[in-house]
């Protein structure tokens, strides 16, 4: 039996389409494959709003959006989605809305305008909560951002 220091070394490639078995796969390659594997994405609708998120290792990054007029309710906290397993923050989390009104040019981002001062939070039960002061009416888009880590 011929010792391993007998033997060639394996030519390395570095791609990812080669199906050579006798080759070995570079570093470089090793690790644009485990960020292939490691990173997923979330498109779909839950109760009339749109999710779109990216996961890399434990951290989600979030867009929730709708098109026309929620109807958020003054003074309260407003649930408008619950995010699905494994993309719900580890902690309590803060995000940020703007929204657009309809006969207005005005965009409301986070607490800007005292009146309105609109929150999101992302629980972590995956429950996505708008709170605003006082009612926020014809608003053609309500969006939300969060960027958040995972269990």
């Known amino acids: 039996m011929a010792q391993w220091e007998d033997q060639p070394a394996p030519d390395v490639v570095d791609n990812l389409t080669t199906d050579d078995a006798t080759k070995a796969l570079s570093a470089a390659q090793g690790k644009a494959l485990n960020t292939k594997i490691t990173t997923q994405t979330l498109s779909t609708t839950i109760d009339g709003y749109t999710v779109r998120g990216a996961k890399s290792a434990n951290v989600v990054s979030i867009r929730i959006y709708k098109d026309g007029n929620p109807n958020f309710s003054s003074y309260t906290m407003n649930e408008i989605c619950t995010l699905p397993d494994g993309w719900r923050p580890a902690v309590f989390t803060i995000g940020t809305i703007l929204t ?37 009416t014809n608003m053609e888009k309500v969006e939300i951002f969060a960027t958040f880590v995972v269990p």
């Open 100 to 136: 657009a009104g309809y006969n207005t040019n005005l965009i409301y981002a986070g607490s800007v305008d005292y009146k309105y001062a609109p929150a999101v939070i992302i629980g972590t039960n995956g429950k996505v909560q708008i709170g605003i002061r006082e009612s926020i």
